[in-house]
């Protein structure tokens, strides 16, 4: 095409920006975010090169580490969890390199996905969806492999409302492999149900900002072991922009190789002193009991879960849709009714099930109201229980 | 080390939190954040999946087409502008392709550095720092360089406040390799200066949130024309967190392929109301004036600038330290002080210069109360001008 035929774009006819409506958002990510954290978002720009920003930026990464339980620097980066995977396997892998992947569930697929973008070669570990990682077929696969560098594996699988044993786990992959990477997508997890990255031995973790940290979306959260540093030194994928080299090389000065995402790190600052100060056990216990709670509410209203009990979620429910119930229907009645949300099952279980988030920022109140109003619903559609 | 040696991270002593400044924010980016937008992140958090987001998806991608001056999709990810260039690359280019970079500075040199981190072989066409990119000496180069696939460049060059003539440079270009990508890192110039994708027939466009589109950083905004999607479809380096199908695929459902950084959205929604209210030429204009006051406020000081007049930035502007004066004293005492606070030199001129962002979200008085305090400051520190 031709400068001349190129025609000006015109100012386009959109609909008007509508106030965002409060809801009960019981999606399992982005959650709730407190009002206070909501408020720090507001606060004046700064220079990320200036003193004020390196208080916050070492603020933030040495309380990260607690909440880590690493004494690995925690690296920041504007990303999505998605990108927080990726620059897992960018730094500590090569081109061919053999890697297994431990998968139940639509993050774990995406995971391995992500390796095989990016050239590796992937031995996957499935299990079905609802179900956990069986330590008893995990070995008995990987004494049939050919020798792996690494494992990929979901500590909570935000698509099926199921949490791996991951202590189990790790303290099994280091035994059978002790030279093996383990790297633990903690997206929905970390904040919300113990996960002990040093001491369990684990390689990496990762998380995203939008679950457990209670701020909006938008920041990856990744720390690395001796061992996965190591690792790094040598590996061969391309990568610049989730260089981990360069942002440690930063975090000397407590600055960012880039621009952070300074509004979310003002929100995080003040989210980290909130859960500062409730506790990280007393955090640990809420949300199991919010995972109680809700398993027990759905039960009683003769709903099925898509986990077993053993190992359901804490932090989300996947339920089952009743036999003759539209979820399409079901999620928006209760969302323009009664403002609740819920989220769609993913991949080949939308329209089978729904999902509903209990992490971050809640109070018991908005769970009892979510199943309340659910309950209203489904009998509204016709169910029995 | 074994589990047992693990000892347990205690919660770590910190200086406690201080309240954000409210300051005269003159670095290049992140820039001044308006009120409006300002508070617009503090709106609760929505269901990136549901219909409240989509209708604001839509309407910032579209308006967004309108200041890129595009009919092709932008795509918006959360990412820093480092995060754009890494975009352009992996999505257009295979492994050993063959390109050219044309550098003026810091931005460019980076740029050039993705690309070889990702295996690309470039012809560096580099200039002076403080000078643009001459057409006559980009003929004569790539007349006689081997066969390539596409040129890299900047429109803004924020390291040395030069901006590249780009229509004169993509014509040429353009007429010298129809076929080559003509791909623009237009970080801090699109929303200011005047660029017109389509009618210029550039191929890549992206740019960054802290910049003309005056909301918090951590947002990255791409379009790619026709002959760029072509490209996309053979081009073979690994990607995925950036891939330009995925995010596309998504936004037939005004979605995005993971989860978006909701509050930074709810701030350019408003953000580019406001831009449309005051009118794209409008803007323009007003960057000029920022640029012409700037430039001959520092002159009339006796202050040397890096960059020539012709070529000289609207957006920020590079101002070299005079004989005897320590830069890093100068913006110390002017961020102490007066609460103005410019950026260092980078690079090999930190320490030679300093850097006025005038750029976003600034008004006359803004400008004024910086270039006045600067004289003070200088004069106080022993300058004759």
């Known amino acids: 095409m031709t400068t001349q035929e190129q025609k000006a774009i015109p100012i386009p006819q959109v609909e008007a920006r509508a106030s965002i409506p409060t809801q009960n958002l019981r999606v399992p990510g982005p959650t709730v975010v407190p009002p206070k954290v909501q408020a720090a978002q507001a606060a004046p720009m700064i220079n990320h090169r200036g003193p004020e920003f390196a208080a916050i930026m070492k603020r933030v ?54 390796a095989s973008a990016f050239g590796l070669e992937v031995t996957r570990i499935d299990f079905p969806w609802g179900q956990a990682a069986d330590p008893a077929v995990v070995e008995a696969r990987l004494k049939e492999v050919a020798p792996y560098r690494g494992v990929l594996l979901t500590h909570n699988e935000t698509s099926t409302g199921v ?19 383990i790297v633990v997508d903690a997206v929905s997890s970390l904040g919300c149900v113990q996960l002990e990255m040093d001491k369990w031995d684990i390689d990496v973790v990762l998380t995203g900002s939008q679950k457990g940290w209670m701020i909006p979306p938008g920041m990856m959260m990744i720390a690395a072991s001796q061992r996965a540093w190591e690792a790094h030194k040598s590996a061969k994928l391309p990568r610049f922009y989730f260089d981990w080299t360069l942002a440690r090389k930063s975090l000397d000065s407590w600055q960012n190789p880039y621009t952070p995402a300074l509004s979310l790190f003002y929100a995080l600052d003040v989210a980290l002193e909130m859960m500062l100060a409730e506790g990280r056990e007393a955090i640990f216990e809420r949300h199991a009991r919010a995972g109680e709670y809700v398993r027990s509410r759905a039960k009683a209203m003769g709903l099925k879960l898509l986990s077993d009990h053993k190992n359901a979620s804490n932090t989300v429910t996947a339920i089952l849709a009743p036999e003759g119930i539209d979820t399409k229907t079901l999620l928006k009645k209760l969302r323009e009714e009664d403002s609740v949300v819920f989220a769609t099952g993913q991949d080949h279980m939308r ?24 309950e209203k619903q489904l009998h509204a559609l016709g169910f029995q229980g």
């Open 61 to 114: 990464t040495l309380r990260l580490q607690y909440f880590f339980q690493t004494a690995s620097p925690v690296l920041i980066y504007p990303a999505s969890g998605t990108g927080g995977q990726e620059s897992a396997i960018v730094n500590l892998f090569s081109p061919g390199d053999h890697i297994i992947s431990i998968t139940i569930g639509n993050f774990g697929d995406r995971f391995a996905k992500i």
């Open 163 to 181: 949490t791996n044993d991951l202590q189990t786990l790790a303290t099994l992959l280091r035994r059978l492999n002790p030279d093996a990477l």
């Open 351 to 374: 329209g089978k099930m729904f999902r509903m988030g209990h992490l971050g920022f809640f109070s018991e109140a908005d769970l009892a109201q979510a199943m309340d109003a659910l």
